[in-house]
């Protein structure tokens, strides 16, 4: 079965594959995020040097100024989209037990003088 892509990755082939960029608008379009700024900064994380610009746009009352995402000039001849697979570890979980109460901790107890007491 075939590898689902992740929205990182696809973002990161879009723009290699359009140097002129994309907006939050044909990100939502053509890709399916909704979140751009998010996507941006994950790739941000992973060492793609990625530049944001700012278009005026006509709005119906007048012009307004939208963001536009390019990668760097050199960054479009570096590795393939799929590098970006390689993501950082899990943390190891804890063993230790929680530091709150669990659900049978918290089970009344009558002592004597009938006063009701959780423990």
């Known amino acids: 079965m075939a590898r689902k892509v992740s929205q990182a990755e696809a973002l990161l082939a879009y723009l290699r594959k359009h140097p002129e960029g994309i907006d939050r608008q044909k990100a939502k379009d053509e890709l399916g995020i909704y979140e751009l700024p998010r996507r ?27 963001k536009v995402y390019k990668l760097e000039p050199d960054e479009e001849k570096k590795a393939p989209a799929t590098a970006i697979d390689e993501r950082p570890p899990d943390k190891a979980e804890d063993p230790s037990p929680a530091p709150y109460q669990t659900a049978k901790s918290l089970e009344p107890k009558i002592e004597k003088g009938g006063q009701t007491r959780f423990l």
Do not use: F, H, Q
């Open 40 to 66: 941006i900064c994950d790739l941000r994380e992973r060492g793609i040097a990625i530049v944001k610009t700012e278009k005026k746009v006509p709005s119906r009352y007048n012009a307004t100024r939208i």
